[in-house]
């Protein structure tokens, strides 16, 4: 195969926390060489990549596809082509679509589908309990040994804490990573806003940000008891934040992830009723946003994911209380964490060891890095290029994006995927 070398690049490496001009060369779909000087092979294809900046492809923990069950929503095809335009070069996929991924069978049904129809790499996660149900675990095992890269019931809490501590101890046995959804499922039951003055005005039911707190105060008591290896999907609150770190303190094997539009939007943002707003949890005071940035700025929080969850135009388009719940972000997951750069809350090799050397590593791959031996899983994009967000462009089937009509700051240029250029820009 012929050898790539990518000159008069900016190369952003999130593992030497550096960002410095350089080149970048790929053979055999490997990196095998970055740095301000590399030798050029004979008769190597060279990208002049014009002073832009190249990085790990993103690795998105929590998408969600909705085949089986859903396909008019989202399927492998249009999410694999969405996410090659957002430069996310790894899709790690929810279980909850119609039924549950929760059996070897139904896995071995979307890896095919995944592979055959998206661009990008799809690694599934499955179920944790049967049917999402919370009453009986899932072959963990065999799931494993199907592909399953990760054990989630998603937003459905596993309520009983007796199943759940079995879930975790026989996951703990296989080394499997349980992903929940830290939550007191009681008091968020029903509520679509966050309390506080805001949700009071507009009248709708609201949810305490101590349900977040409460539900990772349970989880790390069954970490203590169990062992287990266990990733928070979303911790968007400041008052789960001392927890966090005193069980990380603790030593428990525990990361916790939080989604882009808990990073940059508010509880405001909501207004009058505008439910491509709607998502879960729901968005919070502008003081935890700030407060969740500078976790995720000191290492506190690990990971960035879009949690993208498509929703058809009729179950949004309904009063926000009834409405569904979630946002498209495969495309949008870029140039809004950009925004955290523009406004000086974090650096790129900060931001992109959370949204690809931290999730790289919490499911133990050899993505999110630019050293050599890894899989040239590649982001060429230019921080700085404006535009206005036009929901009617995104390549997802479903377009409910809080982003539409808002200005937004860079641009993906181009993704590779173990060295071949999945998506290129106009």
């Known amino acids: 195969m012929t050898a790539t070398l990518f000159t008069n690049a900016r190369l952003i490496d999130p593992e030497a926390r550096s ?38 492809g993103i690795v998105d923990i929590g998408v969600k596809v909705c085949e089986p069950g859903e396909r008019h929503k989202e399927s492998y095809r249009s999410a694999g082509l969405a996410a090659a335009a957002g430069g996310v070069t790894t899709m790690v996929t929810r279980p909850d679509t119609t039924p549950a991924i929760d059996s070897p069978e139904t896995l071995e049904f979307v890896t095919r589908r995944a592979n055959a129809a998206a661009p990008v790499n799809v690694l599934p996660m499955a179920a944790l309990t049967k049917g999402r149900q919370g009453r009986e675990m899932t072959e963990i095992g065999f799931l494993m040994d199907a592909g399953a890269v990760a ?22 046995s296989l080394n499997a990573l349980v992903i929940a959804h830290p939550q007191d499922p009681g008091l968020s039951d029903g509520a679509c806003v966050t309390s506080g003055k805001f949700a009071s005005l507009r009248g709708l039911p609201a949810v305490s940000p101590m349900a977040e707190r409460m539900g990772l105060d349970r989880d790390i008591a069954l970490l203590e008891m169990t062992g287990a290896r266990y ?46 707003f709607k998502v879960k949890p729901p968005l919070r005071a502008e003081d935890d946003r700030l407060a969740v940035i500078e976790a995720l700025r000191d290492g506190l929080i690990d990971i960035i994911c879009s949690m993208h969850t498509p929703q058809d135009e009729e179950s949004k388009r309904l009063p926000f209380e009834e409405a569904a719940s979630g946002a498209v972000a495969l495309e949008t997951l870029l140039p809004a964490a950009l925004r955290l750069v523009h406004n000086g809350d974090l650096d790129l090799p900060t931001l992109f060891a959370a949204l690809s050397l931290n999730p790289a590593r919490r499911l133990g791959l050899p993505c999110g890095r630019l050293a050599p031996g890894a899989p040239a ?40 995927v173990a060295g071949t250029a999945v998506y290129r820009s106009a």
């Open 151 to 172: 054990f989630t019931d998603c937003d459905h809490v596993v309520t009983d804490t007796k199943v759940f501590s079995r879930a975790l101890t026989y996951a703990r």
């Open 19 to 56: 960002d410095h001009p350089g080149s970048l060369l790929v053979e055999n779909g490997r990196i095998t060489a970055a740095g301000a000087e590399v030798a050029v092979p004979e008769g190597a294809n060279l990208i002049d990549c014009r002073g832009k900046c190249l990085a790990p």
């Open 231 to 276: 990733h928070a999907d979303q911790i968007t609150t400041a008052r789960a934040l001392p927890a966090l770190q005193r069980a990380k303190r603790n030593g428990l094997d525990i990361t916790a992830g939080v989604s882009i539009h808990h990073l940059t939007l508010n509880e405001l943002d909501v207004a009058d009723y505008r439910t491509f």
């Open 377 to 416: 899983d590649l982001i060429l994009f230019d921080p700085d290029k404006p535009f206005v967000l036009d929901r009617a462009t995104l390549r997802s089937k479903s377009r409910n994006t809080p982003f539409d009509g808002q200005r937004m700051q860079g641009r993906v240029l181009a993704t590779y």
